[in-house]
């Protein structure tokens, strides 16, 4: 079971990309006792996302759309956060 801002996280996605594969991947456990770690469990992430959105755009492109769907999650309320973006078709 995931939690609230992993779920956060897959909801704003979801809702700003429409994707057509979405992986939230909860990173934390790898990082406990490390910095970024405030011992919520839910510090550090990785997003691996396939969006129709992505076509046609370069990598960092990609990653604004990403960014700007998750707001205040990323670099503020989660320390890491890692992301893998594709169109459809592409190797993920």
């Known amino acids: 079971m995931s939690g609230p801002v992993a779920q956060e996280i897959e909801c704003l996605l979801t809702e700003a990309l ?18 970024g770690d405030d011992g919520s469990g839910e510090s550090h992430f990785t997003v691996i996302v396939e969006s129709a959105q992505f076509e046609g755009k370069n990598r960092l492109a ?27 078709g592409e190797a993920a």
């Open 18 to 35: 429409s994707p057509t594969r979405l992986e939230v991947i909860n990173d934390s456990a790898q990082h406990h006792g490390h910095a």
């Open 62 to 88: 990609r990653q604004r759309l990403v960014l700007a769907a998750l707001g205040d999650i990323p670099g503020n309320r989660v320390h890491a956060f890692a992301m893998k973006c594709f169109a459809p």
